[in-house]
């Protein structure tokens, strides 16, 4: 009788809770499997990275990273709305990945060689140039990272930047006191209460650490620069058709931004493409989107919806956001940035 | 003969018993009496006398010598739901207020038996998915992604207790069957599962089993971590069941075979009753400790009410007031796990009077 | 009868042998499937890792430790780590857990409200805020030129409490711990012939080990390291670094309260016809509680003491919300950093299976000779 009712409960809410069952990994024809689903898994946070993955009041999610998913999501579907965002720890972002729960991960991931390698994940073109840069209190003084011998720095745990930043100062010379944090806020807390002399990471994670802080003025990005980070996006080995289409979309929002194409006067320029590979981009003539299993207007389903490269970068970390992070690498190359768009034929 | 009861003890008279009457007693009242006083008009003054009650973002907040609880009027959502869309909030909090008042019947003595708790239960989860999921009813359809917040919490911490104590009674019994195989794996699974941290065991739920599982067996993340945690609290209530069993007398069980009950019948009239109602002080400690970890969830990415805390925060406007948001988590766990703590003291309270009888 | 007994062994064969098929059945199917998945994947698997150099620091270690050294090293460091504030939590935990206990049952009406408002405080908040506002607490002290001093020896800032620290090598310490090795075989020997110079014979040991430690010592170097203010950082003594103090300090409050619980519980146990009995027999107050209370308590309390101790190793977890690089924060980064998560998390799992079985293990060997002889 007790386990009669206990389990008619036990279906009642496994009946309710399971959906659809997940799609296994399949060899190829991962593009299939998305639109066959009708919308995108793509990585959220569990709580917020700030600039790349954040919530707004009303408990939808923003960002660069989120964006990037948006973008994704308007180039397979047509609509930025076919998009599930999934939250994901750090630590759970490759497994998750790996187990089919999300189909990319856009979560500012480093492309290292052993992620590359052993972990089953390919990565796409990097969509973003992370330098890693130190931030230390004004009142100490330093102009410059040598000037903070055994100091106190703290760091993101489980991240690139730690490595980074004992590569560094091994072969500089300089002795300091390493202290990680699994979550940005407990690292911003740290600093701010005065427990790290100086934190390294990522710039525009400083840059927002920095925007947050108390007292803003009080401290400053030193100029020396610790390594670069390529942060790609990753999708599982073997999915090279859905890998495509990631690099592509990358490559249109650069293209795009490129050629002065914005969300305001994409319509203007479909109606009078000026060169033959506009003309291609926006679908005006066939190419484009046949190759990658997509519909030819795609590119400008994109663009239309989320703007070029430039806008993206502005209204999430750039001067149009609350972190106003300057454009630096993350400008195109005819701008003195190390970003560029694929050819277009 | 009358015996005149005692003369009623006048408040000073039991103030000056409790407080005063050593030495010892008055140095103590007056040392630990100041230290109360003093923290409490610091708490007042940071809570309420120096508060900034709203305000557009945290630096405004700045030049306040109190607290920013404007934060809680912003961001008082976000944490609350989580990811829900916004324009459903009301059906996340009407599902809250179905399992609230569930978990609140089922403390009341009428409705405990296992028919009826089932029947409740049953109510009251249907309630809650058909108010989340929705896609009936014209209700819009949301997903189990977007679910967070304190629905969730509760969600989890209710399936973890409902879809757990059977688990309990199955593992408890069979560490105390006669077959040595049986006995055995009950034992060792619950010694290995105790030694464990439920965040390994989440973690493994949640992104391992997927790997070693085929896909048609797998089911929704969210049912593979609520079960893995009913396991966990399966396997720590299952020990104290044993020790209620242990205590309920041989000659019970005589009694009902010499009644010619079989022996199901035996153990789930006679046994498992007195059982439960033995340990149920220890079970409530339990089963408020399984509340206050549903926190941990957070790291395999549920949006739960410590996490969508951690994202009210993490945002450039409302960045400053972590201690805020901190202190508002705080006070939501305590009214659930105060107010089910207490409902044990009256369990116990309630017990003692029983057995004087 | 013997035919139903023998139909009861036979049906009982026969579940005990499905169970055990369906177990074997179901584990077979797991690693099956999971081979299956990992290699069309092409994910690396195998515990090749743990020898490759982790290229990242741990910053708190009681072994030597460097950007160079293996993972295997590391996450053995961090299960130290989580041995040392474990074992430490413990002891400051049952401590103030017994005062708690005495508070709530004294009779003044303040130790009681303050018992009890302590206990339902700290039991009532997840541990994980307890160590975020610890940490708070300890990282708001003064920066380390304006640290608070006491006695020169002493100093106390956010960046940890630098107490003056005798200066020992390593071989010092293998000396130490020798010493204290034989004082205890010595002391154990002594008592089973019945001996009791025992203590006296391991102070001897203690003795001989302090003189070698002395006569050994090149000249010129202290015995004694104080700490002092070297540029941003305090050099020399012991530094007790804010994460493991927050860590510390958060698990034995936070566990002193379940404790404190648990020694009231078993102090109303006992009987107070064993307390008058005691008293009658011309007992003082302080030889009754410590002949008759303590003991009778010390085995009513022993079980639930037990599951709690295994549940505090257990809570050290929260480091790695707070800094600390506890043996769960070390695999979570290492997970991060090399990817090998299903590897590494059974590397978890083993290290706590390994820690609380030995706990438990010590606990019921001592509850077996706690219990009370004879008839119970």
Redesign the interface.
């Known amino acids: ?3 009669s ?2 389990l ?3 279906l ?3 009946l ?4 659809a ?5 399949q ?1 190829g024809g991962q593009l299939k499997t998305v639109q066959d689903r009708g919308s995108l898994l793509c990585t ?8 790349f993955a ?8 923003q960002g660069f990273d989120i964006e990037m998913c948006r973008a994704l999501a308007t180039a397979i579907f047509g609509t930025p709305d076919a998009l ?9 972002r ?3 990945l ?4 999300v189909d990319v991960i856009i979560k500012v991931t480093g492309w290292t060689m ?2 590359d ?4 994940l390919q990565f796409s073109r990097p969509y973003f140039i992370g330098p890693f840069y130190v931030m230390s209190r004004k009142d ?1 003084g330093a102009t410059a990272v040598a000037d ?5 720095f ?1 760091v993101n ?3 690139t930047v ?2 980074v930043l ?2 560094y100062m ?1 072969a500089n010379g300089i002795s300091y ?10 690292l ?3 600093l701010y ?3 790290c ?1 100086a934190i390294a990471g990522f710039g525009p994670f400083l840059a ?1 650490t920095r ?4 007292d803003p003025e009080a401290f400053e990005i030193l100029g020396d620069v610790l390594a670069l980070e390529p942060e790609g996006i990753a999708v ?3 999915e090279d058709d859905f890998l495509d289409v990631v690099n592509w979309m990358v490559s249109v929002l650069l293209y795009a931004e490129q050629e002065g194409i914005t969300a305001a006067n994409v319509d203007e320029i479909r109606a009078a493409p000026p060169s033959p590979t506009v003309e291609r981009l926006l679908g005006v003539s066939p190419g484009i989107g046949e190759r990658l299993g997509l519909s030819d207007d795609w590119a400008y389903n994109v663009i239309k919806a989320m703007g070029n490269y430039g806008e993206i970068y502005d209204r999430t970390v750039g001067e149009g ?3 106003a992070l300057p454009r630096g690498l993350n400008n195109l190359w005819n701008k003195g940035g190390l970003l560029y768009p694929l050819v277009l034929d | 003969m009358d015996i005149a009861a005692p003369p009623k003890e006048s408040l000073a008279a039991w103030a000056h018993r409790r407080l005063f009457s050593t030495w010892f007693d008055r140095i103590v009242t007056l040392v630990f009496g100041a230290g109360v006083a003093w923290v409490l008009w610091q708490v007042l003054g940071w809570a309420f006398l120096g508060a900034v009650w709203s305000a557009p973002n945290s630096d405004a907040c700045a030049g306040a010598s109190g607290a920013c609880w404007a934060v809680i009027e912003a961001r008082g959502r976000l944490i609350l739901f989580g990811l829900y869309p916004a324009e459903e909030h009301w059906r996340s909090a009407l599902a809250c207020l179905a399992v609230m008042l569930t978990m609140g019947l089922s403390c009341w003595p009428l409705f405990w038996h296992v028919k009826r708790l089932a029947a409740l239960w049953v109510a009251g989860f249907g309630l809650f998915l058909v108010l989340m999921r929705g896609g009936v009813a014209g209700l819009a359809p949301v997903t189990a992604e977007q679910w967070g917040g304190l629905s969730l919490t509760l969600f989890i911490f209710c399936g973890v207790v409902v879809a757990g104590m059977p688990m309990a009674v199955g593992l408890a019994l069979a560490r105390r069957s006669k077959l040595p195989v049986v006995r055995g794996c009950a034992g060792g699974l619950i010694d290995v599962v105790r030694s464990l941290p439920l965040l390994t065991l989440l973690f493994t739920a949640a992104v391992v089993v997927p790997l070693m599982v085929p896909g048609w067996l797998q089911g929704d993340k969210l049912v593979r971590v609520v079960l893995a945690y009913a396991l966990f609290f399966a396997c720590y209530q299952a020990e104290i069941l044993r020790a209620g069993l242990q205590s309920v007398h041989d000659g019970q069980g005589e009694a009902a075979a010499a009644l010619g009950l079989s022996p199901a019948q035996r153990v789930f009239l006679i046994e498992l009753p007195q059982a439960f109602r033995n340990t149920l002080p220890s079970t409530i400690n339990q089963v408020v400790i399984t509340f206050k970890e549903t926190s941990i969830v957070t790291i395999i990415g549920f949006f739960e009410v410590m996490a969508s805390g951690n994202a009210a925060l993490g945002s450039g406007d409302w960045g400053r007031a972590f201690i805020e948001v901190y202190v508002f988590l705080g006070l939501v766990y305590f009214v659930f796990v105060f107010g089910l703590s207490r409902y044990g003291a009256w369990l116990e309270a309630r017990m003692r009077r029983g057995q004087r009888h | 009868m013997p035919r139903f007994a023998s139909f009861r062994t036979r049906a009982g064969f026969t579940i005990q042998v499905g169970l055990l098929l369906v177990i074997a059945l179901v584990l077979a199917g797991l690693v099956l499937t999971a081979r299956e998945n990992i290699l069309g994947q092409g994910m690396a698997t195998g515990f090749g890792f743990l020898d490759r150099s982790t290229g990242w620091p741990v910053n708190v270690s009681v072994i030597e430790l460097s950007a160079r050294s293996s993972y295997a090293r590391v996450l053995l460091a961090g299960l130290l780590n989580t041995l040392v504030v474990g074992a430490l939590a413990l002891v400051l935990a049952t401590l103030l857990g017994t005062v708690l206990g005495l508070m709530r049952v004294s009779g003044n009406l303040i130790l009681e409200i303050i018992g009890t408002t302590y206990v339902e405080i700290f039991r009532n908040v997840p541990m994980i805020l307890q160590a975020f506002f610890w940490y708070a607490v300890f990282t708001h002290l003064p920066s380390p030129r304006q640290a608070i001093t006491f006695a020169d020896a002493v100093v106390l800032s956010n960046r940890g409490l630098v107490l003056p620290a005798p200066e020992f090598s390593a071989t010092d310490l293998g000396v130490l711990a020798l010493a204290a090795l034989a004082g205890v075989a010595a002391r154990v020997l002594a008592a089973r012939r019945g001996l009791r110079a025992g203590r006296w014979l391991a102070l001897g040991w203690l003795v001989l080990a302090a003189v070698l430690l002395w006569a050994g010592r090149a000249p010129g170097v202290p015995m004694l390291s104080v700490p002092e203010l070297q540029g941003l950082r305090i050099a020399g003594g012991l530094t007790l670094k804010p994460e493991f103090s927050a860590l510390l300090v958060g698990l034995s409050l936070f566990g002193a309260a379940y404790i404190g619980e648990i020694v009231r519980g078993g102090l109303l146990s006992v009987e107070p016809g064993k307390l008058e009995a005691g008293r009658a027999l011309g007992l003082t107050p302080g030889q009754v509680n410590r002949f008759i209370r303590l003991p009778l308590a010390l085995r009513a309390m022993l079980p639930a003491l037990s599951n709690q101790y295994i549940w505090l190793m257990k809570a050290t977890t929260v480091g790695i919300a707070i800094g600390y690089p506890d043996f769960f924060a070390v695999v979570s980064t290492a997970i991060n950093q090399s990817g090998q998560t299903l590897e590494l998390l059974a590397i978890l799992m083993l290290g706590f299976l390994a820690v609380n079985y030995t706990l438990g293990f010590a606990l019921n060997r001592l509850n077996e000779r706690l219990k009370l002889k004879g008839r119970s």
Request: glycine letters at 14%; aromatic letters at 6%; one cysteine or more.
């Open positions: 009788m007790i386990r009712g206990f008619s409960l036990g009642a809410l496994g309710a809770l399971s959906p069952l997940p799609a296994a990994a060899q959220g946070h569990n709580g917020s990275y700030l600039g954040e919530v707004d009041d009303n408990g939808a999610w599930q965002i999934i939250p994901v720890s750090w630590a759970q490759f497994p998750a790996q187990s089919g729960d052993s992620r390698t052993e972990l089953g100490i903070l011998e055994g100091g106190v703290c745990s489980g991240t730690e490595r004992a590569d091994e006191e390493p202290l990680a944090f699994e979550k940005g806020e407990e911003r807390a740290a209460a005065g427990r002399d927002a925007v947050n802080a108390p599982r080995q073997g956001s609350r972190y």
